[in-house]
Structures are given as structure tokens and as C-alpha cells.
């Protein structure tokens, strides 16, 4: 996990992004200005499980968003996510915060654009618990430090883009003085944070179901003409870099006013029988074919998807290589992990977990299809003692959805 230097004003910033005091002529106004905030020191030493498990269920009865701008190393090779302890504590505060609820985890989807990286090799953002939130420019462009993948729900406006002078933040700073330059998706997610404090402040009922509902609705393109942008067939549009699009603050509130909770969440699970384990040659790809009856008639059907996972398990010579999507029924497809060139890791995926929020409002029968492809030459560092020896085998795979039943016909929950 990253240290961040305790005198560095990161947390500070970040607070005065959500709750700058307003009226008192100082810095700026915080988003959600009649906010409390609270801070749970973590980093700054080695970070155990049990540690992130313990500040991640801090008081979770008194706090309604947790606004988490840490992860992973954002270097291309990392590859890391919540541990056993800490994915029961979201899950538990997911159903046990707030009266019932539900905590809310609002996440930076990662800074490492400039390595390549991808936010699929970041087991926090792959998680159906958080909300991953990534940046944009003053122009709509993606950031140059972004990180793409289809587990980002949302993006805001960030502190700077490439060489930009624009103050499009001005948040407090440790000692006196302002700070105008506070980039990276680290920025970007308290102000995700704040928008929903918002949303809660005038609905304090929605659940944390709810508050994704209305970020798929109320989210907009900013730029319509930037390449990627599909639309799936629950009629939401969706991007690997921008999620459902930019946060909508005026428009989040007013449908959170008005809000109708969403039908209980249903877990479907499928797990893929691979006998023996299919061989992925050099160069090549492995698909498999996941017929799926989304569970019907027992208690988990589901009709209208919301979160889909796939658990696998693969053996690479060089995971960097390795690229892996999902196709919907309705031939949505997400990249769940692109190759990474600095990752010459020879250790594969061992029960790694990959989100998509990209069939949203789908329906979820049919014909689902894996690839996994070995993108030989991706990672320059790997050097192949045979080009012709296989590149790993994909060994376990589990395809996990999440959703509703008898949604009314209306896949927006309104």
C-alpha cells in the first residue's frame, strides 16, 4: 500500500474539497459545506489487513461516506485489493452501516496513466461494495495519469490537466494559506464524495444501492466525441474511462429528493467447469462460452442486472500480456483487464476478482463470453525462452452477477 507523507496536507485537501466552511472568506466553499468530517489516520506505516478491516468499519453507524484516496502502487506491476479481513468489512458495512443502509465507500480508481496501468489490477475498485470515481479536464478529456476499466462508475473535474494553470480547485492547505493545484484522482473522488453527501442530505434514507442507482442515471457525457462511449442495452451509456460519465450535482439532488429504493439486491453465482484447464497458447486466446439462466426459479433470479464479476484463476509467464473481457448476452463487452507493459510478473491471477458495471440494467440470460488473451511482446522486460511454449492456462473461472427481479419494467428504478 502507498505511504503518504504525513505532512504532505493530502487529507486536508482532500476534507476541504467536501466540507470547506462556507461564508468565512477563506480558500473556498466545500461542496457539502454543512458536512462533519472526520479523519482516520491509516497510512503512514505498514498497513496490515486488519488495519485497513478496522478503519474501513470505524464508527459505522455514525459515518455515512468514506472517502478512500489510497490503493494499490500506481506503477503498472501492483496488483493488489482488499484482503479477507477487509472484504468482510465492506460487506458488513455495506449491510450493517447506517442503521441498514449501508456505509458509502467512495474510491480514486488510481493516478497510474502515465505507467499504463489499468484500474482492473486494483482489487478495491473491482469491489461492488466502492464506488470508484476517476478524473477529467476542464475540457472533458481524460487525464493523462488516468486509468482505464469497466469497474469505474463515475468521473469529476480534477485539480489541473497537463500543463494547466486553471485554479479549478481551491482547497485549505496544513498550516495557513490555500492550496490551487491539487490534481489526480485523488481530487477527483472527495468531490464525488461531497456530491453525494448532498444527494444524502436531502434524502438521509437512500441506501448504498440507491446512491449507485442515481450515479447510472443522473451521470452525463462530457465529452461525447471522445472514442469508447456505447450504450448498453439497459440504455445506459458507459465508458472504460469515464464510467456512466461526469457527476451531475443539480440533477443528483433532485432525483435523490424523490428517490425509490431499489429492489433487494440478488446474488446469482456460476461456476465453469474447466477439465482440464484450457491450455493459453503464445500469442493466443482462450474463450469460454458461460450459458447462463441468470438463476431462474429460485430465490437468486435475476432480471435486470447491477454489478458482474468473474473470479478466475490463470497461470501466465507474463501477466503484463494478458488481457481479459466479458461479453454480455446483449454483446456489451468489458475490458476487465488490459495488458500492462511494466508488469513482468510471473505469478498469474490466483482467485482474482474482476468488475464490471457496464451491463448495467441488462437482462441477464444468455450467452456469456470470456477471452483471455496473451498479447505476446506487450511487456518488452519478458523475455520467452520458447515463443512457442504456452503463454499460461486459464485454470478456475466463476461468473458472478448481481441485480434485481421484477423491476417493474423501469431498469433506471425510478
Known amino acids: 500500500m502507498p505511504v503518504k507523507d504525513e505532512a504532505s496536507g493530502h487529507g486536508t485537501r482532500c476534507a476541504g474539497e467536501v466540507a470547506m466552511e462556507a461564508n468565512n472568506s477563506y480558500c473556498g466553499v466545500g461542496i457539502a459545506f454543512n458536512a462533519r468530517i472526520g479523519g482516520v489516520r491509516l ?20 459515518i455515512d461516506i468514506y472517502v478512500c484516496s489510497w490503493g494499490p502502487r500506481d506503477d503498472g506491476a501492483a496488483m493488489d485489493g482488499p484482503h479477507s479481513l477487509t472484504q468482510r468489512a465492506l460487506q458488513l458495512a455495506a449491510h450493517q452501516g447506517r442503521d441498514g443502509k449501508g456505509s458509502i465507500f467512495v474510491w480514486a480508481a488510481g493516478n497510474g496513466g502515465l505507467h499504463l496501468d489499468h484500474c482492473g489490477a486494483d482489487g478495491y475498485v473491482n469491489s461492488i461494495y466502492t464506488i470508484a470515481i476517476g478524473a477529467v479536464t476542464q475540457t472533458g478529456k481524460p487525464t493523462y495519469f488516468g486509468e482505464p476499466c469497466p469497474g469505474i462508475m463515475a468521473v469529476t473535474l480534477t485539480g489541473s490537466s497537463v500543463g494547466g494553470s486553471l485554479p479549478l480547485v481551491t482547497v485549505t492547505n496544513l498550516g495557513d494559506g490555500c492550496i490551487t493545484q491539487f490534481p489526480g484522482t485523488s481530487s477527483a473522488a472527495p468531490i464525488a464524495a461531497g456530491i453525494l453527501a ?29 472514442p469508447g462511449w456505447t450504450i448498453n442495452a439497459g440504455g445506459y451509456h458507459v465508458h472504460h474511462r469515464y464510467g456512466f460519465g461526469v457527476l451531475d450535482a443539480g440533477l443528483m439532488v433532485q432525483q435523490a429528493a424523490r428517490f425509490n429504493t431499489v429492489a433487494p439486491q440478488r446474488k446469482c453465482t456460476q461456476k465453469v467447469t474447466l477439465h482440464p484447464p484450457r491450455v493459453l497458447p503464445s500469442g493466443g486466446v482462450v474463450s469460454v462460452n458461460i450459458q447462463s439462466d441468470a438463476c431462474r426459479g429460485s430465490m437468486n433470479e435475476i432480471d435486470t442486472l447491477e454489478h458482474v464479476q468473474v473470479r478466475l484463476s490463470i497461470s501466465a509467464v507474463c501477466r503484463g500480456d494478458v488481457s481479459i473481457s466479458l461479453e454480455s448476452p446483449a454483446s456489451t463487452v468489458s475490458l476487465l483487464l488490459d495488458t500492462r507493459p511494466k508488469d513482468a510478473s510471473g505469478a498469474g491471477l490466483k482467485n482474482w476478482t474482476l468488475m464490471t458495471v457496464h451491463s448495467w440494467g441488462e437482462q441477464p440470460r444468455g450467452l ?17 525462452a520458447n515463443e512457442e511454449d504456452a503463454a499460461g492456462a486459464l485454470l478456475r473461472v466463476t461468473l458472478v452477477l448481481y441485480g434485481t427481479r421484477n423491476a417493474h419494467g423501469n431498469a433506471h428504478g425510478m
Open 368 to 384: 456469456w463470453t470470456l477471452q483471455v488473451t496473451d498479447r505476446r511482446g506487450a511487456v518488452r522486460s519478458c523475455v520467452r
Open 43 to 62: 497510512l503512514g506505516a505498514t498497513v496490515t489487513d486488519a488495519m485497513e478491516a478496522t478503519a474501513l468499519t470505524f464508527n459505522i453507524q455514525y
Open 198 to 226: 448532498l444527494a444524502l442530505e436531502v434524502n438521509p434514507e437512500l441506501t448504498w444501492r440507491d446512491v449507485q442507482h442515481l450515479i447510472a442515471n443522473t451521470a452525463k457525457i462530457p465529452d461525447p466525441k471522445e
